[in-house]
């Protein structure tokens, strides 16, 4: 059984830093995607930032709204993500989701945390 954990969420002012961490536990060698989307009240759930493994080394994609404020990283080794950010503004404020895949055989399965509030004052 994969469970995710998440953490880091909060209130703060805008202009002001959060850093959310995300650890995955259960029989899991390594994820192939990690990443981080997010819900505000009355919208859909969007991507917000991803980070991607493989033999080339990798990559990171991020939504347009964040992107030069927030910044993923990964750590493979502990299956762990984490989303830096900053220059937070109110219409940052939403539910934060972490998600991990991996593909086997050509069969992806994803796991995601539980959410954490992360809200931006003005």
């Known amino acids: 059984q994969v469970q995710l954990v998440e953490s880091g969420g909060g209130l703060v002012q805008a202009g002001g830093s959060l850093r959310l961490s995300c650890a995955a536990s259960?029989?899991?060698?390594?994820?192939?995607?990690m990443g981080w989307y997010r819900q505000a009240p009355g919208k859909q759930r969007e991507l917000v930032a991803r980070i991607t493994t493989g033999g080339s080394g990798g990559s990171t994609y991020y939504a347009d709204s964040v992107k030069g404020r927030f910044t993923i990283s990964g750590n493979n080794a502990v299956n762990a993500v984490y989303l830096q950010m900053n220059s937070l503004k109110p219409e940052d404020t939403a539910v934060y989701y972490c998600?991990?895949?991996?593909?086997?055989?050509?069969?992806?399965?994803?796991?995601w945390g539980q959410g954490t509030q992360v809200t931006v004052s003005s």
């Open positions: 259960g029989t899991i060698s390594r994820f192939n995607t």
């Open positions: 998600s991990m895949s991996y593909t086997s055989t050509s069969i992806t399965t994803a796991y």
